[in-house]
């Protein structure tokens, strides 16, 4: 978890929430949503995560929509990062779904 925060830190990511999910769901222990500022940042930030992990940690990730840049999801296994355009992910608003009443 904590490598997954700091290298999306590094790669200058947005507004980054971090969401216990233990006990909710059977997806993820925890929930990771990020902005990037273009399509370009938010792909380049999902490829080096997806890099680091599998260099660092020997873990492969399944992604989702790279191709567009809009929303990419990264599956780890134990943690779901979801990397935003700001607008789409507005559009989304998956922190409201997650989080607990007033925490969005």
Do not use: N
């Amino acid at each position: 978890m904590d490598r997954i925060l700091t290298s999306l830190d590094q790669d200058k990511a947005e507004e980054i929430v971090q969401i216990d999910l233990r006990g909710k769901t059977s997806i993820g222990d925890y929930m990771v949503i990020a902005s990037g500022r273009s399509t370009r940042q938010v792909t380049a930030m999902a490829e080096k995560l997806v890099d680091r992990l599998k260099q660092e940690h020997g873990r492969a990730c399944k992604v989702e929509g790279k191709e567009a840049g809009d929303w990419v999801l990264i599956d780890t296994g134990d943690v779901v990062v979801h990397i935003f355009r700001p607008e789409v992910r507005e559009f989304y608003q998956l922190e409201k779904m997650w989080l607990p009443a007033g925490q969005a």
